[in-house]
T-cell receptor, first 112, second 112 residues
């Protein structure tokens, strides 16, 4: 059973567009929600993360929106660039350790 | 500050053999987690070690095992390799519980 559901599976946007990737979870024991970016042949790199007591967090061009009641969170990439083309993973972490439950990933392509 | 180092980067093994992968976490980090990444199953949690103790374990067969040394370096062992074990094995280190995790570049294991 997939603990974290991520959509869409793939996304194509024009340069300057704002891709949005969505994730949903069920387990209310999750209390840390990071997003990772992965390029081919590389390990995932931490982009931004949020805890459930905050509804929004911005770091540079990346924004997480968090809806605790709906158990959903999303990543917005402002002014997207071709260099943002990568696979993005959301994750949820239990408050008992560092066991990350990852979404299935979204392949983002930003067209120049 | 050095990142997470995984060795070797690539491995080719034959079915039935065993393999040991190594991970050196970021200096000062006591938590090391291991993940298997495949196109079909995505990123799946194997186990987490914290201060030399296995704290969490994922749903993998007993052929997958690990350990952590007093300097926080960790090793993962897979015995009796199967073709389906071919994957990218990723190690992540964290300073504390339920917080940022930083991934290494991974070890690409191919079982033939």
């Amino acid at each position: 059973q997939q603990q974290v559901k991520q959509s869409p599976q793939s996304l194509i946007v024009q340069k300057g567009g704002i891709p949005i990737i969505n994730c949903a979870y069920e387990n209310t024991a999750f209390d840390y929600f990071p997003w990772y970016q992965q390029f081919p042949g590389k390990g995932p790199a931490l982009l931004i993360a949020i805890r459930p007591d905050v509804s929004e967090k911005k770091e540079g061009r990346f924004t997480i929106s968090f809806n605790k009641s709906a158990k959903q969170f999303s990543l917005h990439i402002m002014d997207s660039q071709p260099g943002d083309s990568a696979t993005y993973f959301c994750a949820a972490v239990l408050n008992t350790g560092n066991q990350f439950y990852f979404g299935t990933g979204t392949s983002l392509t930003v067209i120049p | 500050k050095a990142g997470v180092t995984q060795t070797p980067r690539y491995l080719i093994k034959t079915r039935g053999q065993q393999v040991t992968l190594s991970c050196s976490p970021i200096s000062g980090h006591r938590s090391v987690s291991w993940y298997q990444q495949t196109p079909g199953q995505g990123l799946q949690f194997l186990f987490e070690y914290f201060s030399e103790t296995q704290r969490n374990k994922g749903n993998f067969p007993g052929r997958f095992s690990g350990r952590q040394f007093s300097n926080s370096r960790s090793e993962m062992n897979v015995s009796t390799l199967e073709l389906g074990d071919s994957a990218l094995y990723l190690c992540a280190s964290s300073l504390q519980t339920n917080t940022e995790a930083f991934f290494g570049q991974g070890t690409r294991l191919t079982v033939v």
